[in-house]
T-cell receptor, first 117, second 111 residues
Framework: GAGVSQSPRYKVAKRGQDVALRCDPI?????LFWYQQALGQGPEFLTYFQNEAQLDKSGLPSDRFFAERPEGSVSTLKIQRTQQEDSAVYLC???????????????FGPGTRLTVL | GDSVTQMEGPVTLSEEAFLTINCTYTATGYPSLFWYVQYPGEGLQLLLKATKADDKGSNKGFEATYRKETTSFHLEKGSVQVSDSAVYFC??????????FGAGTRLTVKP
């Protein structure tokens, strides 16, 4: 497809379960971003990859959150021992170039809605 | 830290009405400013952007002007359509390239 895709679109987990969320960026895009969007809020930055290198993970809320992009394309966001406060929409975005600069538009996927019971 | 505050919604307008969604920001340095739109069931899409003071971003009839003196980037459209119904997010990219989003404003346009 032409855009960023994410799967699953919806995930319900019991508290304490581990979850894995997948992002397929636009082919050839170098940069990949993960955001967390709580209900009624704007997206908040979690982490950033340039190819396979995770250059910034300052937004990850705890050590239960882990992201990888081993081959510089598909990325997985893993949340261990999920808690109710992890319930949110997780957005993935990709951009063409290396720089996180002004002229490097981010293209967003539709998101994965995670509900932790 | 840098932040964005935008007008709370929801906003409901009749077709062909004038739209303003207010956005103000707090930032050190000289951020770039953006409006993103999220249509039902779709991902965020860049609507328009401005990279320096007095720049005007425009797209699909929407406009926003980067006002440094009032630290604002209000979104306007002269005549809204039903198809403009969506959630609109104001955002800034600070000098260290962090993106900060507002909470979003839901717009509903009725025929």
């Amino acid at each position: 497809g032409a855009g960023v895709s994410q799967s699953p679109r919806y995930k319900v987990a019991k508290r304490g379960q581990d979850v894995a969320l997948r992002c397929d960026p636009i082919s050839g895009h170098v940069s990949l971003f993960w955001y967390q969007q709580a209900l009624g809020q704007g997206p908040e930055f979690l982490t950033y990859f340039q190819n396979e290198a995770q250059l910034d993970k300052s937004g990850l809320p705890s050590d239960r959150f882990f992201a990888e992009r081993p081959e510089g394309s598909v990325s997985t966001l893993k949340i261990q021992r999920t808690q109710q406060e992890d319930s949110a929409v997780y957005l993935c975005a990709s951009s063409k170039n290396r720089d996180r600069g002004l002229y490097n538009e981010q293209f967003f996927g539709p998101g994965t809605r995670l509900t932790v019971l | 830290g840098d932040s964005v505050t935008q007008m709370e919604g929801p906003v409901t307008l009749s077709e062909e009405a004038f739209l303003t969604i207010n956005c103000t920001y707090t930032a050190t340095g000289y951020p770039s400013l953006f409006w993103y739109v999220q249509y039902p069931g779709e991902g965020l899409q860049l609507l328009l952007k401005a990279t320096k003071a007095d720049d005007k971003g425009s797209n699909k009839g929407f406009e926003a002007t980067y006002r440094k003196e009032t630290t604002s980037f209000h979104l306007e459209k002269g005549s809204v359509q039903v198809s403009d119904s969506a959630v609109y997010f104001c955002a800034l990219e600070s000098n260290n390239n962090d993106m900060r989003f507002g909470a979003g404003t839901r717009l509903t346009v009725k025929p």
